[in-house]
């Protein structure tokens, strides 16, 4: 297993008996120094209740560098940012297009505007809700190594856990991505129309998805373990940038989702989010037993038999997959 040491830029190799050894970047089968960038783009992340400084911690062993665009807002997110301390973050405060309100392009010109000062062989993004594993910091590490040097990889991408009312519960369904490309190779023309996922520019006229190999990594998405409160605030903030607003009196309430799509999260959580993740909570969330299903969730369910039935996923990827 390899373990990254911060402040001297160096991979230990952990031996099966237990001696370590020092390793530079440049020792992978003599070929170059490989540097990997991480970025994110937060705006009034603390009012709105991301975990973004788990998320940014979670990858600083990975990264060489770390580009945070912080938007003009109304908290201590740029305050967090910098108290975290670490050398590797570099920090950019942008001023957001309020007039923008087009399907969430402003997010795009945000989440652009990180990854276009980062200077490394691979970049890394991540949501101010999406956290990386400790355990999974070498599988990537070591897929990025693999396809350093194969031009076919454009980009990596990542299996989801997505929770949903709280960290002991799951989502699994095909309206809800499975897989997700947050690794692009630095040196290819991308960007990013809505924030959500990567164009590659093939001309001037012409775009397409990445064509990405699987990390074997996952990313644990906790946007939906936030209180309703703090959702509803997000959905009320986010929504006049697509073109909608919450204004409408309509409001987030977990409990109204079909049970059949809700799962136990069986696993363990990234070290990281120890401190965040509540204490009080011993049991998984449980939609409203009364929940009529929509014509929407008659479709979704007949996907995921569908899915079962044929041992395949359905779910749309924003990536095309290099085997």
């Known amino acids: 297993m390899h373990l990254k040491d911060e402040a001297v830029g160096m991979w230990h190799v952990v031996h099966p008996s237990g001696k370590t050894g020092d390793r530079l970047f440049q020792d992978r089968k003599g070929l170059r120094c490989m540097k990997v960038s991480g970025f994110t783009f937060l705006r009034n992340a603390q009012m709105l209740g991301y975990p973004f400084v788990e998320s940014i911690r979670s990858a600083l062993p990975l ?7 912080v938007g003009d807002g109304e908290d201590d997110t740029l305050d967090m940012v910098k108290a975290i301390g670490s050398p590797k973050i570099r920090i950019v405060e942008s001023q957001w297009n309020e007039r923008m ?5 402003v997010y795009g010109q945000q989440k652009s505007i990180a990854h276009f000062n980062c200077t490394g062989d691979w970049a890394l993004y991540l949501e101010a809700d999406e956290v ?16 350093l040097e194969d031009d076919r990889v454009e980009a990596l991408a990542f299996d989801y856990i997505h929770f949903y ?16 490309v947050r690794v692009i190779r630095n040196s290819v023309r991308s960007f990013s129309p809505d924030g959500l996922y990567f164009i590659v520019l093939e001309s001037k006229r012409r775009g397409r998805y990445p064509r990405a190999a699987l990390s074997g990594a996952r990313i644990f998405h906790y946007g939906y373990v936030r209180s309703e409160e703090e959702m509803n605030e997000k959905a009320r903030r986010v929504g006049k940038y697509w073109g909608s607003s919450r204004d409408d009196g309509s409001l987030i309430d977990y ?7 809700l799962v136990k999260f069986e696993g363990t959580h990234p070290s990281v989010m120890k401190d965040w993740l509540p204490k009080n909570v011993a049991s998984v969330f449980r939609a409203d037993p009364a929940y009529r299903l929509t014509l929407k969730d008659r479709k979704h369910r007949l996907a ?19 085997r």
């Open 63 to 69: 990264c060489d560098e770390f580009i945070v665009n």
């Open 304 to 322: 995921m038999r569908l899915e079962k039935l044929l041992g395949i996923d359905i779910t749309h990827k924003h990536f095309r997959l290099i």
């Open 132 to 147: 990386l594993h400790e355990d999974d910091l070498p599988l990537l590490r070591n897929s990025m190594e693999r396809y």
């Open 101 to 105: 309100t087009t399907k969430g392009y």
């Open 255 to 261: 409990s109204q989702i079909d049970p059949l799509t």
């Open 165 to 180: 009312g709280n960290h002991l519960t799951c989502i699994s369904s095909p309206t809800w991505y499975r897989q997700a």
